[in-house]
């Protein structure tokens, strides 16, 4: 069967001098990365999907409508099936692919595991096969966006991602009970239609395109084995599980996938690789979807948790990095445990006594505001847990200023009961300011802090009194060059006269009132205003939430 | 290969850095000292000279020159003549080699009347007539010298990272194994297996196995001979075609 003078792998005669078995130039290139995915400049990465007119001939049964993504497995184009008038989406892989060796085999094993995968949250494979030199899959046609346009329009809220996360699991969770490993969950496979609806696209794919070489090994996740196993299969004893299980133990070098995504033991220990690296891939998803960003991909290197990069739960972080551990053994073993976590999260409020969330709000998951549109800042030295706000502290010791500087003013008014004379106006300057940082403190705190009228007291109390001060001596000083010519032109008597000014004296007390009334109501209104961005402090970051 | 604080470095899958023969070489080009430098030039060399010797006899040399010419230029080498003028942005060593080997011949035909015989000091141990053979092997029309030396370039990488995954396995007592699988190194059909399996005395997964091991050891000793020659990590992926396409 083995003929000697022809390259296994590329099938071009081997030239003389070369070594056993296979010619050099494949022997090579075996040491490119695995980042390209074994496709080299002279492989098909210069692959041209065929143009509508060209793929049409070969599926007569269907329209083809346009070709609507491409990528290294293949190319999808939207169509329609003729006979039963419905949309689907069809999948061609390079030809290249299908001149592997035993690719045909594979195929057929392969597409047919993935076309018993019926899930809500799957798209479904309607058919496979092969036309021509294509290989293709008809699947159902998902209208709407991938998540990586999503990402990339930046417009994934924190409430939207715990939306998508769920459904995520519940796929996968499907999937590997049935024992597919999807291997390249990618926000470009996470397909969302119109009505929001999560479907997870070309699944067990990665390993059927492969490097060529063969499958990987699925583990299919032990249901009665011990809980230890994970941890302690080292190469031989997971391998020679697997083969005694009579489980496919074909070898390959490549990895699949990409590599941002990819968990640690897909790039390192290919052949070690199980249901866990999906779990793995779905925190790498995850996390940008909260951040926008990907966690730091080098080995060694630590990333931030979601919490510090925008306002989110920080029972949250605990999910995302518990997915996101180097050790898959360390990981969630399962999807449905993922999902569990995320939901009791989003159910029960940061305040609980279970939760170690620093606010009482609203709306858990969120940082929400009470009530008021804007997140809360987070990680506040002083936040309090599951406590009524407490009194500002800056408010009181304004009151307390305010109530020594009072009796100054009364001097104003001529009655002298202040001791020391220099100290009302020091007093009452003092409790304006700790009002007006009371105010600013109390609006900033969201709800934390209470106090509000206290501090609005302290600080207009100076600038109230003033203001009637300059107000009474004003319209008094006026309403004396009008009266006093009356009384001494001899129009009034002076008991007229003391009338007039006891009533002028009356007005001008309620004008006062009325404009401190005012003032003051004006105030109130503007420091119960909600808080915008502007105000808070430059160390929170606001989450692009809605209200 | 001790690693260096501060030299350019290739980066294994531990995201360890080591530091590659030529970047070693490269970084001490300039205050010609210690002998972790010498050490690893003479290494290159010892793998990589016989390309240098095809280049010069395309180059029209018949093979007594030839001989001669190589060990005189590869004695210069060693003596760091020519590493002062490395143009490092370039960084792979056999660039540099064929370069310096162009200009080292360009010198020697216009000394070619005075042309010393190394005094008797060689480093590198020629086999004349071993060389000589190797380079009867080759096709003899189309490929310019250049094109040659890049060839057995190609070839001479892959028969150092042979010889070492080879000795691996003889060192650990699998020789045999190695020699059976061999032809998977470039996975072969699967069908092979099963009759490796009976010659071996081991079961077709065992077998299988053994196939995976080692072609990712074979993956991750070319990627560092190659590594060897480079200055940094990011050439590799160009080197490995570029080597693909000289073949």
């Not at chain 1, 083809?64 to 892989?93: H, S």
């Not at chain 2, 045999?176 to 998977?184: I, K």
């Amino acid at each position: 069967m083995t003929d000697e003078n022809i390259c296994p792998r590329c099938h071009n005669p081997l030239p003389p001098g070369s070594p056993k078995g296979a010619c050099r130039k494949c022997l090579l290139k075996q040491g490119l990365s695995p980042d390209t995915i074994g496709y080299t400049a002279d492989d098909h990465a210069t692959w041209t999907p065929p143009a509508v007119e060209q793929l049409q001939p070969v599926f007569p049964e269907l329209d083809i409508l346009e070709l609507i993504g491409r990528g290294g497995m293949g190319a999808v184009y939207k169509a329609r099936q003729k006979e039963l008038d419905r949309l689907v989406a069809l999948k061609i892989l390079p030809p290249e692919i299908g001149r592997q060796e035993s690719f045909a085999q594979r195929f057929a094993r392969e597409a047919q595991a993935m076309a018993r995968l019926s899930h809500p949250n799957i798209v479904t494979i309607h058919d496979f096969g092969q036309k021509n030199e294509y290989y293709f899959f008809l699947m159902e046609y998902v209208d709407g966006l991938n998540l990586r346009q999503l990402l990339n329009a930046g417009t994934v809220s924190p409430k939207e991602a715990l939306a998508i996360v769920p459904q995520i699991c519940d796929a996968l969770q499907y999937a590997h009970d049935r024992g597919i490993v999807h291997r390249d969950i990618k926000p470009e496979n996470i397909l969302l239609n119109r009505q929001g609806q999560v479907k997870i696209a070309d699944f067990g794919l990665a390993k059927l395109v492969g490097h060529g070489m063969g499958s990987l090994p699925v583990r299919v996740p032990p249901v009665e084995e011990e809980p230890g196993r994970g941890q302690d299969a080292n190469e031989t004893h997971g391998q020679d599980a697997r083969a005694t299980h009579g489980q496919d133990v074909h070898a390959t070098e490549s990895v699949m996938g990409t590599p941002q995504y990819m968990a640690p033991e897909q790039v390192e220990r290919p052949a070690e690789v199980d249901h866990r690296a999906d779990i793995y891939s779905l925190g790498v998803v995850f996390y940008q979807m909260l951040t926008g960003e990907l966690p730091s991909g080098r080995p060694g290197e630590t990333f931030e948790p979601p919490s510090r990069k925008l306002v989110i739960d920080v029972r949250l972080d605990e999910v995302v990095l518990r997915a996101l551990e180097k050790e898959p053994s360390r990981r969630y073993q399962q999807a449905s445990q993922v999902r569990t976590e995320v939901e009791t999260i989003v159910a029960t409020p940061p305040g609980a006594p279970s939760g170690t969330s620093q606010d009482t709000t609203a709306v858990p998951g969120l940082r929400g505001p009470q009530g008021q549109a804007g997140p809360t800042p987070p990680s506040a030295p002083t936040a309090n847990v599951g406590k009524a706000p407490r009194l500002s502290r800056m408010a009181l010791v304004g009151a307390i200023c305010a109530a020594v500087g009072f009796p100054g003013i009364l001097h104003i008014f001529d009655i002298a009961l202040v001791p020391v004379p220099g100290l009302a106006p020091g007093a009452l300057i003092a409790a304006t300011a700790c009002g007006i940082v009371a105010l600013v403190n109390i609006r900033r705190s969201q709800g934390r802090l209470r106090g509000l009228g206290l501090a609005l007291f302290d600080s207009m109390l100076l600038p109230l009194l003033v203001l009637d001060g300059l107000v009474g001596w004003g319209i008094s000083s006026v309403l004396d060059l009008l009266l006093k010519p009356l009384l001494r032109s001899g129009v009034w008597t002076r008991e007229e006269y003391k009338t007039a000014d006891h009533l002028c004296d009356i007005l001008i007390v309620v004008l006062c009132l009325l404009i401190d009334f005012l003032i003051v109501l004006w105030a109130w209104r503007a420091a119960k205003r909600p808080v915008n961005h502007a105000e808070l402090p430059p160390d929170s970051v606001q989450a692009p939430s809605s209200p | 290969m001790s690693s260096q604080t501060g030299q350019p470095s290739s980066w294994n899958a531990k995201g360890q850095f080591a530091a590659t023969r030529w970047s070693v070489v490269l970084a001490a080009a300039k205050d010609r000292s210690g002998t972790h430098t010498r050490r690893a030039l003479e290494e290159l060399i010892h793998a990589y000279w016989f390309p240098v010797y095809a280049y010069v006899r395309r180059q029209g040399q018949g093979p007594q020159q030839a001989e001669d010419l190589t060990q005189e230029f590869f004695t210069r080498l060693l003596e760091k003549k020519h590493l002062a003028s490395v143009d490092q942005s370039k960084g792979r060593f056999r660039s540099f080699l064929l370069t310096a080997v162009k200009r080292f011949l360009v010198n020697e035909w216009d000394k070619s009347q005075a042309l010393k015989r190394g005094g008797g000091k060689h480093f590198i141990a020629l086999d004349g007539l071993e060389a000589e053979a190797r380079y009867r092997v080759e096709p003899v029309n189309e490929l310019t010298p250049e094109r040659l030396f890049d060839r057995r370039w190609a070839i001479a990488v892959l028969d150092q990272v042979l010889t070492r995954l080879r000795q691996e396995y003889i060192d650990r007592g699998k020789g045999n194994l190695f020699e059976s699988l061999q032809s998977s190194l470039a996975d072969g059909p699967e069908g092979n297996y099963a009759n490796i399996a009976t010659e071996m005395g081991m079961s077709e997964s065992a077998v299988k196995v053994a196939a995976h091991r080692l072609r990712r050891r074979y993956r991750r000793l070319l990627r560092e001979e190659i590594a060897q020659t480079m200055a940094g990590p990011e050439e590799i992926e160009a080197e490995i075609r570029h080597l693909m396409e000289s073949l």
